[in-house]
């Protein structure tokens, strides 16, 4: 397994890397020591000095009451989390990112489009799911590797300098943009985020009528940034489907708790 083989290969170097199980899915994927908790939390607060927080408190519980049901879904999954929810005053913005340490942040213009908390749920627990499946590191660990493991020492510190390719491993770069996940990372995102939705309560089903709604708005003139950096629909929607009967005893049991 490709793993195995990397991972040897990286410890005679560091004698630290291994593999990591991702959560929900079980996919086994390399990680090299990447000190992500402490990268996304510095990373977290150089966004907030920089960007306009939103003060509105409909908005501001909203995020807060539907993260902190995710989070508790996630459970042990995220070991060292001090989760954070903040709203980002941007409403041309549709967009949401999560970061190691569970921080995450929402856009006031992806709260006009994801109209109830189910829906807000399917995005925040598709963006936390990218973050309990380490796939930011697993990006970066892929980036050394290609790059002979030059990187190693370097990216291994907690220099500022290594911000900007920490940010761009959790698919946000310095000018506040988003940079292509794979296809793979994606599908997992969804898969994770489905999930985690579920566990917390709130309609799995609602993925698909989101993501229908997104379609619907993307074939208009304007394409949110958000839309044009994910899977097509079509693929998601026909991946969400399949998952159906394997959520929603979860959503069942769950709803229970959150009546
Ligand atoms: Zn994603």
């Given at each position: 397994m490709k793993?195995?083989?990397r991972?040897?290969?990286?410890?005679?170097?560091l004698g630290?890397?291994?593999?990591?199980?991702?959560?929900?899915?079980?996919r086994k994927?390399?990680?090299l020591p990447v000190?992500?908790v402490?990268?996304?939390?510095?990373?977290f607060?150089?966004?907030?000095?920089?960007?306009k927080i939103?003060n509105?408190?409909?908005?501001?519980?909203?995020?807060?009451?539907?993260?902190t049901?995710i989070a508790q879904a996630?459970?042990d999954?995220?070991?060292g989390?001090?989760?954070?929810?903040?709203?980002f005053?941007?409403p041309d913005?549709?967009?949401?990112?999560?970061?190691?340490?569970?921080?995450?942040?929402v856009?006031?213009?992806l709260?006009r489009l994801?109209?109830?908390?189910?829906?807000l749920?399917?995005?925040m627990?598709h963006?936390?799911?990218h973050?309990?499946?380490?796939?930011g590191?697993?990006?970066?660990?892929?980036?050394?590797l290609?790059a002979?493991?030059g990187?190693l020492?370097d990216?291994t510190?907690?220099?500022?300098?290594?911000?900007?390719?920490?940010l761009?491993?959790?698919g946000?770069?310095?000018g506040?943009?988003m940079l292509?996940f794979?296809r793979l990372?994606e599908?997992?995102?969804?898969?994770i985020g489905?999930r985690?939705?579920a566990k917390?309560?709130?309609?799995?089903g609602?993925a698909?009528?989101f993501?229908?709604?997104?379609?619907?708005?993307?074939?208009?003139s304007?394409?949110p940034?958000f839309l044009?950096t994910?899977p097509t629909?079509?693929?998601?929607?026909?991946?969400?489907?399949?998952?159906?009967?394997?959520?929603?005893?979860?959503?069942?049991?769950?709803k229970?708790?959150?009546?």
């Open positions: 793993c195995y083989l991972a040897g290969w990286v410890a005679l170097v630290l890397a291994g593999c990591y199980t991702v959560p929900e899915t079980g994927s390399f990680i000190d992500d402490a990268q996304g939390s510095a990373a607060a150089d966004l907030k000095s920089k960007e939103s509105d408190p409909v908005d501001n519980e909203r995020v807060r009451r539907v993260g049901r996630v459970g999954a995220l070991p989390a001090q989760w954070e929810f903040v709203v005053d941007a913005t549709v967009n949401a990112f999560a970061l190691p340490g569970g921080k995450v942040g856009y006031t213009g709260l994801a109209q109830t908390d189910d829906e749920a399917i995005v627990g963006e936390i799911g973050v309990t499946a380490r796939h590191a697993e990006r970066i660990s892929e980036a050394m290609a002979g493991g990187l020492i990216a510190t907690r220099d500022s300098r290594n911000h900007d390719l920490f761009a491993g959790y946000l770069f310095a506040g943009g292509k794979s990372h599908s997992e995102a969804d898969h489905v985690y939705a917390a309560g709130y309609d799995p609602a698909i009528t993501w229908q709604k997104m379609e619907k708005e993307s074939k208009g304007h394409v940034a044009s994910h629909h079509e693929r998601r929607i026909a991946d969400l489907q399949g998952w159906m009967p394997e959520v929603m005893p979860l959503y069942e049991s769950a229970v708790r959150y009546r």
